[in-house]
């Protein structure tokens, strides 16, 4: 693997080079066949996941828009006055009490990062397959409680918007368009994603957002979402961009976004302290802006189990008074 590569991770420098060898590319067959086994691997991971560890987590927290209209049903003593039907009540001369189910269904939105910053991985896994892995147990987690899951792919501009739906068959559709999807663009556009959701779903949704949050400025579009949605924003992470990766003493670095390259030298001057204080300053500012904008994010990181900070962050959620 060449200097410049270096920090991708496996996968993604599969579909790079692939990307870059024009006609020696495998044929589709074999495409084909490659990513049917990667989506039937992913399902199986992720419905044990949801089997094993998430149920009931996700119900818990998630429990639908409220109460609808049933039906309604002569008084018995112990009835809450403030039940009764007072219509039905004076048309039939009976005390009839109204009675409510819960309204389950709700809509899910996977919003998820694909510019170039997500196929960074020091791990055999990509922040990109990370997002994957994660978008597939929340989506196997809503379709199993009856709700809608649709999906937007973003980078510097929407991608693909899949709108929501129910059933196994759809989900493994989302899921597909996860593992395949080559994106145009290469920057990160946060705060344009947050504005077409505003855009294309009119009512309150359950929002995961899946990005590292390495892009331009994207507080004033994320409060407003998060003021008509339910937002989770879910940060991917790879170990080196939290400290300096010493296992590499010289590296050349690419910008995945600009292709801009940066030759650095680890036993040179201050470079592993910088390193780590910019990390710090902008891992404190995306702290902020989630605060300010009362959001909690769930941390997964690829060299850490990620279902154990999706289930500690359902029991805080469902803790909540």
Known sequence: MSEATRGLSEDAVRRRNAARSGPDVPDEDDDDKSLASQVRDIEILARRLVNDAMAGQYHAV?????MSFDSVREYAPGDDVRSIDWNVT???????V????EERELTVLLAVDLSGSQDFGTERKSKRKLAAEIAAVLALSAISNNDRVGLILFTDRIERYIPPKKGRGHVLRVIQEL?????EGQG??????????SRIQRRRAVVFLLSDFLGPEYGRALGVAARRHDLVPIVTTDQAEQSWPRFF???????????ELLALDVGLGRNPQIYGERAHVARQRRSDEFRKNGLEPIEAMASRDYLKDLVAYFRRRAARP
Do not use: H
């Open 179 to 183: 593992l395949r999807f080559e994106p």
């Open 249 to 259: 003493p010289l590296l050349t670095l690419e910008d995945a976004e600009s292709a």
């Open 188 to 197: 990160t556009r946060i705060d344009l994603a947050c504005d077409y959701l």
């Open 98 to 101: 109204k009675q409510f189910v």
């Open 62 to 66: 998630f429990k639908g828009r409220g």
């Open 90 to 96: 004076a048309r039939t001369g009976e005390v009839f």
